[in-house]
């Protein structure tokens, strides 16, 4: 019989990801919305904070286990901006377009080497809500920020995140390529480990 673990997030992007990267295990993955679950307000001041705060809220809604993702991009250049506002950075939640073009304008003119950046994945499992131990994982993946968007797959910020090691954006990477080297596939291994080492994943 598998495990049902409630993702606190109703990005499509995220859930596909995550569902493969579950693959190997009998975990379904399933968004919060299928529960008719709000999204948690994130008044947290760090990823994990966040991340927290979205895992209780939906454990506590729907009495299932619950993982959070808490993610965005730090610029160098900007001070480590846009960051836990990464999703709503040009005001309304989760325009991509909006977010990247705006990003594009703050760095306009700004040379190569100060456009270094890096995405930052928080993953927090809570087994209820009042669990006093949430499995915590971090992942990051470094990068720069290029001059106007290429490719097509992935989602976010991923068309204008360039790769040193593949010499392309984010978004030019197949699935597979992504799954290798994303702050998401980083901190979902720390996650596995942490979930098989507790017995929690079979």
């Not at 965005?72 to 989760?94: K, Q, T, W």
């Not at 390529?177 to 480990?193: C, I, V």
Request: net charge negative.
């Amino acid at each position: 019989m598998s495990q049902t673990i409630v993702l606190a997030s109703n990005n499509a992007g995220k859930i596909k990801e995550f569902n493969r990267l579950f693959d190997a295990f009998d975990v379904e993955v399933k968004p919060q919305g299928d529960f008719k679950v709000e999204d948690a307000d994130e008044t947290g001041l760090t990823f994990i904070e966040n991340a927290i705060i979205k895992a209780r809220h939906a454990c506590e809604k729907t009495g299932l286990p619950a993982l959070a993702d808490d993610s965005g991009i730090e610029v160098d250049y900007l001070n480590g901006a846009p960051g836990i506002y990464s999703a709503r950075f040009a005001g309304g939640h989760g325009d991509n377009e909006a977010n990247n073009a705006l990003l594009l304008e703050k760095l306009a003119g700004v040379p190569a080497e100060q456009r270094t950046a890096r995405f930052h994945c928080v993953l927090a499992f809570m087994r209820h809500k009042d669990d006093p131990t949430p499995i915590i994982a971090h992942g990051s993946w470094e990068g720069r920020i290029l001059e106007s968007a290429e490719g097509v797959e992935g989602f976010g910020y991923d068309p204008i995140f360039y790769v040193p090691e593949k010499g392309c954006s984010s978004a030019s990477l197949s699935k597979d390529e992504k799954n290798q080297l994303s702050h998401r596939a980083k901190a979902l291994t720390q996650l596995f480990d942490a979930l098989q080492a507790g017995n929690i994943l079979s």
